[in-house]
C-alpha cells in the first residue's frame, strides 16, 4: 500500500473534483482517493501503479502527472506561475479588444452594422473575437470539449456556451441584419471578450492568492538542507543531502541546519527547534541526544550519527502529513461536493428554461435577443469556482497555520471536531506533569536504613520500564548504591511490581496492592497520607509480607500547565484529568492547576471507557496523552491529542500531535479549528447566496419591475471575483494569532 500524489491539469469546478474522485476511486485496489482543487492535487491510496491512475484521470477527460519530491514540487510552483504569467497576456488581449469596444459602443461612436461599410468593420471585429475566443478563451473551449465527449458538464462548459453563443449571435447580425427586428440588431462582441477577459483576470488573480494558502509547506521544506558534511575515512566532505547514507557521521557547525536525524556522538550544543516545535527556547543537546533534520544548531560543534535519512526524517514525516491533511476533506466539504456535482448540469437546465421562457413570453420584437442575453448571462454567472473552492482553500490555511504551532492535523474531520468540543480529558504524567518524576523522601517502617530500602527496590524495579521505577533507579545510580539480582519479576497493571530476592518475596506499589496482599502499612500510612497531600506518590515496600518502608516520588507540574488549562476553560471547555495514580495524589495536582474533575486509580485497559462514559453523557471529548497506555483512549475520543515528546503509539493513534510538551498546543488547535470552521461556513455561504440569487437575476426575474437586464459582461466580473473574495477571506487566517 502507498500513497501517490499526482498533479491534475483541467479540472476547473467542483463536478470535476467529483468526477476524478470516482474514476480513482473505481481503480481496483484503490482504497482511498480525495482531489484537492484549491492546489489542483489528488492523492491516492492504493496498491495500484501510477500509470494506471493516470490512464484513469485521462479516460475521464483530465491530465494528470505524478509528484515525487521537492523536485517536482518546485517544478509544478514554477508551472503554475507561468501560467499565471499567461492569464494576465489573455486578460490583456481579451480586454483590449473588449474595452474599446465597449467604450465607444456606449458613446455612440461606433458604425451601423446595416451600412455597407459598418458590416465591414463588424466582420472585422468578428474575426479579430474569434481569434480572441480562441487565444484567450481556447482552454475553456477544449475543456468542455472534453467534458462533452465524457458526458460530462462543467465551468469550461458554462463559459464556452455563453461566450460561443454570443458570437454566433453576433455574427448572425453582421452577416443578415434584417433577420432580427431592428431594436434587437446589437452586436455582443465587447461582451464575449471583456468577459473572457474579467474571467482570465480573476483566475489570475485567485490563483496568486492560492499560493499564499501553501506557504506553510514552502517554509516547511525550506527548512530541508541541500548539502550535508560528512566524515568519511577520517575525511571532511560536502555531499548533496540525497548521498547521506545511514550511520554516516556528520559534523553540524554553529548557525548551520541539522541534515537527517541522528544521534550526537560527541559535543554538545544548543538547538533551536521552533519551527518544528513551536518552542521559542533553544534545547540543549548532549552525547546520546537525539537531532532532528530542519533544526538550527545555535552554537558549538557536534559529531552524530546518521539514524533516518531521506522519507524517513521527522522532517520529511511531518511535511507529508501536513500535505495529506491539507489535501483531506471534512464532513462539510463532502457535502458541497456532492451539491457542486449536480450543479451544472441543473444549470444547464435553468439556461435552457430561461431561453424558453423569454422566447415565449419576452417581448414581441425583443424576445430572441433577450432570450440570447438573458441565457448567456445565466451560464456566466452560475459557476460554481467558488462553492468548489470554499472548503479546500480554508482547510489548506487552517493545517498550515496549526502547523506553524507545531500540532501537526492528521485531516480534515479532526480539525473540524477539533472546534466542537466541550471536554478535554488530560492525562497525568507526560501531559500536565513534567513525565521525568525523581525520589523526593524515604521513610523506614523499622530498623532498614533508606539505602536498603533503595537497593532492594532499585534492584526490584530495574527490570520495569514504567517512569516511577526509573526515577527509583535513578536514585540508586546517584548514590552509587549496588543492587542485588531479582528473580521472576510481574508487573502488575496499575498497581506494582513484585519478585524475589534473595529467596524472599518482595512487593513494591500503591496501597491497594498492599491491601490486597494483606500486608498491614499501619505504621508508615500517617506520612504516606501527609505525602499524598503534598502531590507526591508513596510506593510501599514489602519483604516477605512485612512492610519495611516508603519510597515517595514526585512528577513536578510543567510550568505552563496551569496558565493552559486556564486558557482551556476561557474557550469554554471542562478539564478532566484521568491517571491511574492514586485519588489524593491525582486530586492534589488537578487543584493546583485548576481541573474541574479527577478520574484516578485508572488501569490503562479502562481509560477508554471513561472516555466513553462522557461520550454517553452527551459530551464532546478530546483526550490528550502521551504513552502507549493512552492509546485506546486517543483513539476513543472525538478528537485524539498526542503531545509530540511521547510514544510513536500514541502519536500514530492520535488525530492530532502537538510536537511540543505544552498543553497551550490543545487551546492554539481548538481556536484554529473555530476559525478555520468559520471561515468555511462564510465561504460557503458566500458562494450559495451568490449563486442562489444571481441565476435568477440573471434569468431576468427583475426586468418586470425594472426593465432592466442583468448585462454579461457584469455577470462574468461578478463571477471572476466571487472565487477571489473566497480565497481572499481564507488567506484571513493566515494572520491568526494565538490568545495565549
Known amino acids: 500500500m502507498k500513497t501517490t500524489r499526482l498533479s491534475l ?75 499565471y504569467r499567461k492569464l494576465l497576456r489573455k ?49 475553456f473551449f477544449s475543456g468542455a470539449w472534453k467534458s462533452a465527449k465524457n458526458h460530462n458538464a462543467n465551468m469550461d462548459t458554462l463559459i464556452a456556451l455563453g461566450t460561443g453563443t454570443a458570437w454566433v449571435f453576433s455574427m448572425a447580425i453582421v452577416a443578415g441584419p434584417e433577420w432580427v427586428p431592428a431594436s434587437a440588431r446589437h452586436a455582443y462582441f465587447e461582451a464575449a471578450a471583456i468577459i473572457l477577459a474579467l474571467i482570465n483576470f480573476g483566475a489570475a488573480l485567485e490563483m496568486r492568492a492560492r499560493g499564499k494558502t501553501s506557504e506553510a509547506i514552502k517554509r516547511l521544506i525550506g527548512l530541508q538542507p541541500k548539502t550535508a558534511r560528512v566524515i568519511r575515512s577520517g575525511v571532511e566532505t560536502d555531499i548533496a543531502i540525497e548521498l547521506v547514507v545511514l550511520d554516516d557521521t556528520l559534523r553540524v557547525r554553529p548557525g548551520e541546519r541539522i541534515a537527517v536525524d541522528g544521534v550526537i556522538i560527541d559535543g554538545h550544543s544548543s538547538i533551536d527547534e521552533s519551527m518544528l516545535t513551536g518552542e521559542p527556547v533553544p534545547v540543549q543537546k548532549r552525547p546520546g541526544d537525539k537531532v532532528v533534520a530542519g533544526t538550527i544548531n545555535k552554537q558549538g560543534s557536534f559529531l552524530f550519527q546518521a539514524r533516518r ?101 492528521r485531516n480534515g474531520d479532526a480539525l473540524q471536531q477539533a472546534g466542537r468540543l466541550d471536554t478535554i480529558i488530560l492525562d497525568k504524567t507526560g501531559t500536565v506533569t513534567e513525565g521525568k518524576p525523581s525520589v523526593t523522601r524515604i521513610i523506614s517502617a523499622g530498623s532498614w536504613s533508606e539505602e536498603e530500602i533503595l537497593r532492594w527496590a532499585a534492584s526490584l524495579e530495574k527490570g520495569s520500564e514504567h517512569p516511577l521505577a526509573e526515577a527509583i533507579v535513578n536514585a540508586s545510580n546517584d548514590r552509587q548504591v549496588p543492587l542485588l539480582e531479582a528473580e521472576r519479576f510481574t ?5 506494582g511490581v513484585e519478585a524475589s530476592i534473595e529467596g524472599r518475596l518482595v512487593v513494591l506499589g500503591s496501597r491497594h496492592l498492599m491491601h490486597e496482599r494483606d500486608i498491614d502499612i499501619g505504621a508508615v500510612e500517617a506520612a504516606a497520607t501527609t505525602l499524598t497531600q503534598k502531590a507526591q506518590t508513596p510506593m510501599f515496600l514489602a519483604v516477605a509480607g512485612q512492610v519495611v ?11 505552563d500547565s496551569g496558565e493552559a488549562i486556564r486558557r482551556l476553560h476561557g474557550i469554554g471547555l471542562r478539564v478532566v484529568l484521568l491517571t491511574g495514580d492514586n485519588e489524593a495524589t491525582a486530586t492534589a495536582v488537578a487543584k493546583e492547576v485548576g481541573i474541574d474533575q479527577v478520574f484516578a486509580e485508572v488501569l490503562p485497559r479502562d481509560k477508554a471507557d471513561k472516555v466513553a462514559e462522557l461520550q454517553r453523557q452527551g459530551r464532546r471529548v478530546g483526550m490528550v496523552g502521551d504513552g502507549i497506555n493512552d492509546a485506546p483512549a486517543l483513539a476513543q475520543a472525538d478528537v485524539g491529542f498526542a503531545i509530540g515528546t511521547g510514544t510513536d503509539v500514541a502519536i500514530e493513534s492520535a488525530d492530532i500531535t502537538l510536537m511540543r510538551g505544552s498543553l497551550h498546543g490543545v487551546s492554539d488547535v481548538i481556536e484554529i479549528s473555530r476559525k478555520t470552521v468559520r471561515n468555511i461556513k462564510q465561504n460557503l455561504f458566500g458562494a450559495f447566496v451568490y449563486n442562489t440569487l444571481g441565476i435568477p437575476v440573471a434569468a431576468g426575474v427583475l426586468f418586470p419591475l425594472t426593465g432592466i437586464l442583468l448585462n454579461p459582461m457584469i455577470a462574468g466580473g461578478a463571477m471572476a471575483m466571487s472565487s477571489l473574495t473566497v480565497v481572499s477571506n481564507a488567506n484571513r487566517l493566515r494572520f491568526f494569532k494565538a490568545k495565549g
Open 9 to 83: 491539469s483541467g479540472i476547473s469546478c467542483a463536478g470535476c473534483v467529483a468526477r476524478v474522485e470516482t474514476a480513482l476511486n473505481n481503480v481496483d485496489g484503490v482504497i482511498s482517493a480525495t482531489v484537492n482543487f484549491a492546489e489542483r492535487t489528488a492523492t491516492v491510496e492504493s496498491d495500484v501503479p501510477t500509470e494506471v491512475l493516470v490512464k484513469a484521470i485521462g479516460d475521464a477527460g483530465y491530465e494528470a502527472a505524478e509528484l515525487r519530491g521537492a523536485d517536482d514540487e518546485s517544478e509544478k510552483e514554477a508551472a503554475e506561475m507561468a501560467h
Open 91 to 139: 486578460a490583456f488581449v481579451a480586454g483590449s479588444l473588449g474595452l474599446p469596444l465597449f467604450v465607444f459602443g456606449m458613446s455612440g461612436l461606433l458604425p451601423d452594422p446595416e451600412d455597407s461599410s459598418g458590416r465591414l468593420f463588424w466582420l472585422a471585429v468578428g474575426v479579430a473575437t474569434f481569434g480572441v475566443l480562441i487565444y484567450s478563451g481556447g482552454h
Open 309 to 409: 535519512i531521506g522519507k524517513d526524517t521527522a522532517l520529511a514525516q511531518i511535511i507529508e502529513m501536513v500535505r495529506v491533511a491539507q489535501s483531506s476533506k471534512p464532513a462539510i466539504g463532502r457535502l458541497a461536493d456532492k451539491v457542486s456535482a449536480v450543479f451544472v448540469p441543473s444549470v444547464l437546465i435553468v439556461a435552457v428554461g430561461t431561453f424558453l421562457a423569454w422566447f415565449n413570453f419576452g417581448p414581441a420584437e425583443q424576445a430572441t435577443v433577450l432570450a440570447i442575453v438573458a441565457t448567456m448571462t445565466v451560464l456566466i454567472i452560475a459557476c460554481p469556482c467558488a462553492l468548489g473552492l470554499a472548503t479546500p482553500i480554508s482547510i489548506m490555511v487552517g493545517v498550515g497555520k496549526a502547523a506553524e504551532f507545531g500540532a501537526l492535523v
Open 491 to 495: 508487573a502488575i497493571a496499575g498497581r
Open 549 to 559: 518502608g516508603v519510597i515517595s516520588v514526585a512528577d513536578g507540574i510543567k510550568k
